[in-house]
């Protein structure tokens, strides 16, 4: 739960110039104290003061507000684990490298003699807090009762440097990053990165300010250029945009508010890029609105175990300029359940539909793919749907399916260790790619989309890497196969951080 410290103080002489230089024959007294020792552990107790140590160009204001619960604990357990969330709390701001708590009876401000006892520290069952018998010599000023709350912390230097990878759908990259943390002393933040993968170079600068007291309501704004390689279209873009994000939560939900206006630029990949993709050649302007809504209750991102998570996302394109526009709706579902033998039963469902606003056709950059280990197994990366010429064009509605099942390796090898990162994998999965004609009603809408279901079934194995990505290794045997579709039939390799 972190360092959240406890003591227990009686009185002690001290040697020095402010007391008396004790001699070496001088005989060491033990005084005892006048006030009586309560017990504190099971009694209303009163937060009198908290007090910060190491604290340099961080504002008072945000602080206060990190901490206030502190005050309207009652008795000491609650004492414990309010300054257990204050220090989360402080942590996740991003602007202290260590938070120490230090919970102490309530002293004068006067010096005065103390002696440090060691004393027990038992276990709280259940919710792993541990509860400290606080004993000390009061002062004159301070209440039988009160207690004094210290938080030592260390703060972040100005400018601090980072190097790291990170794992995508199916690509790694290598990021070097530049930061300066608390910037104006009240959380915010700028940050530098440049990121260098298997498919994708981007270089950006952004700017985060949360708003106090509440981390999760906040605003960035970002400058950046990407430029990608997609091999499946013989295509190659560059971005080079700004977006303004505002962030913030509604009663068990979060959203995004976002703002992007971005220069992209398509060119071809390869001189055996289909005509269709020589089409798509050029420049255009994307101003686009989008929100998003996140439900996520799920005990892990990776592989969870137990939970649900729902994910919407709206974007309009057009309105505040730019020459590209469409409305475009797509959604994200997931459901865990934990099984006997400690396996557990997964299903997923993704859909979504591009629909064009005025006479231009969808651009390629902004269409759905569909295929790949970590959507549709047993089809080659975005295999699935209109192609050309062997480059894959991409769909205006897409939906996909996956019913799991993740159960420990066989014989449990290495249990309690590292052999709990892997699991066993069972998989069916399901989805179709297409374009529509939106001058047709809903039901012939759903019609093609339940025609060439392609799906697939098999099995393999999952290594999880912490809370930073998962790898999977699965037989795969792919079926409903249409002309065109590429697919790996077999084994087949996938890395990233989203799956079907």
Known sequence: MGTVHARSLEPLPMGGPDFGALGEEAELVEVEPEAKQEILENKDVVVQHVHFEGLGRTKDDIIMYEISDVFKAKNLIDVMRKSHEAREKLLRLGIFRHVDVLIDTCQEREVVLLRRKCIAVPQVAGDGILSHFLQGELGDDALPNGLDV?????????????????????????????????????????????????????????????????????????????????????????????????????????????????????????????????????????????HAMVIDSRNSSILPRRGALLKINQELAGYTGGDVSFLKEDFEFQLN??????????????????????????????????????????????????????????????????????????????????????????????????????????????QKLAEYIRWSYGAGIVLRLGNIARLELNYCFPMGVQSGDRICDGVQFGAGIRFL
Not at 425 to 440: I, P, Q, S
């Open 150 to 290: 210290t938080f030592e912390v260390t703060e972040l230097r100005r400018l601090t440097g980072s190097y790291n990878t990170m794992v995508g759908n199916n690509e790694g990259s290598m990021v070097l990053g530049l930061k300066f943390p608390n910037l104006f002393g009240r959380a915010e933040k700028v940050t530098f990165q440049f990121s260098y993968g298997t498919k994708e170079t981007s270089y950006g600068l952004s700017f985060f300010k949360p708003q106090p007291g509440n981390f999760e309501r906040n605003f960035s704004v970002n400058l950046y250029k990407v430029t990608g390689q997609f091999p499946w279209s013989s295509l190659r873009e560059t971005d080079r945009g700004i977006s303004t994000e505002f962030n913030f939560p509604i009663w068990k939900t979060n959203h995004t508010l976002k703002w992007e206006g971005v220069w992209r630029e398509l060119g071809c990949l390869a001189r055996t890029a289909s005509f269709s993709v020589r089409e798509e050649s050029g420049h255009s302007l994307k101003s686009s609105l989008s």
């Open 337 to 446: 359940k934990q099984l006997i033998w400690d396996s557990v039963f997964s299903a997923s469902l993704w859909g979504g539909m591009l629909v064009p606003i005025g006479e231009k056709p969808s651009s390629i950059a902004d269409r759905f793919y569909l295929g790949g280990p970590t959507s549709v197994r047993g089809f080659s990366m975005y295999s699935i749907g209109p192609q050309s010429e062997g480059d894959y064009l991409g769909g205006e509605a897409y939906w996909a399916g996956g019913l799991h099942l993740y159960t420990p390796l066989p014989f449990r090898p290495g249990r309690g260790g590292f052999g709990d990162l892997f699991r066993t994998h069972f998989f069916l999965n399901a989805g179709n790619l297409c374009n529509l004609n939106y001058g047709d009603g809903p039901r012939a809408h759903l």
